[in-house]
């Protein structure tokens, strides 16, 4: 019952709203609360039903439920602080009882069907990332990824925009106000893993002009 429940909660939430929401609450769901959406995978489908066993007695234990959806197991919980702790406890937990690495993926869901199909598919780009960045075995939410995870929030592109004029603003600023060249000058400083000689042949320009501009670039953003 809980799989069928969480296929339909995830493949057509609107079909029957106020039946699946009555049909959640028999197994324990309560949709008008937050949940955390969990997103595994480690292997083959031999291993990927004997994960969705195991993933289903510790969502069982949470007061969640667990199945199988999209060729992943899939695990709906009670709301936490700590998605990314969520993830990295399942992570470890199913990992150790498979003997095999198993990703996991993670995100908040708000309250609502449809918050909880925005949070799988986060959940799953999340997975996907940490296996993209040589991470199996890991259990993450987006907020542990860093840069890496911030284009996968439905508002990625502004967001993406703020961290850039948050970390570099001041050296784009300067460039599109100067028409200097501060930006690229960062970008090939650290293309040549912090070597001068190189930095100012890619630049073309002459040592004593790239120190100038690494002062510049100092001055604008600190030190560091």
């Known amino acids: 019952m809980r799989g069928e429940i969480l296929e339909d909660l ?3 939430p609107h079909r ?3 039946g699946l929401r009555r049909r959640a609450a028999l197994v324990g769901l309560d949709l008008e609360r937050d949940h955390v959406v969990l997103v595994a995978r480690g292997g083959d489908n031999g291993r990927r039903h004997r994960i969705t066993e195991l993933a289903g007695g510790h969502a069982t234990r949470l007061g ?3 199945g199988e959806y999209g060729g992943s197991t899939v695990v709906v919980l009670p709301a936490v602080e700590d998605p990314g702790g969520a993830a990295s406890a399942l992570a470890e ?4 009882g498979i003997g095999h690495p198993v990703t996991v993926g993670a995100e908040h869901a708000a309250s609502g069907a449809m918050a909880v199909v925005e949070a799988h598919r986060d959940a799953a780009r999340c997975l996907d990332v940490l296996v993209a960045l040589d991470r199996a075995g ?5 907020d542990d990824l860093g840069i890496y995870g911030i284009p996968l929030g439905s508002a990625g592109r502004d967001e993406l925009d703020r961290f850039v004029r948050r970390t570099i603003g001041p050296l784009v600023e300067h460039d599109e106000t100067r028409g200097s060249d501060l930006v690229r000058t960062a970008f090939t400083y650290f293309a040549h893993d912090g070597n001068l000689s190189r930095t100012a042949s890619a630049l073309y320009v002459h040592v004593t002009t790239l120190y100038q501009r690494i002062d510049r670039i100092s001055a604008l953003l600190g030190p560091q």
Do not use: F, K, S
């Open 10 to 12: 995830l493949g057509a």
């Open 16 to 18: 029957d709203a106020e």
């Open 64 to 66: 969640g439920i667990a």
């Open 93 to 96: 937990l199913l990992t150790a």
């Open 138 to 142: 890991e259990g993450a939410c987006r």
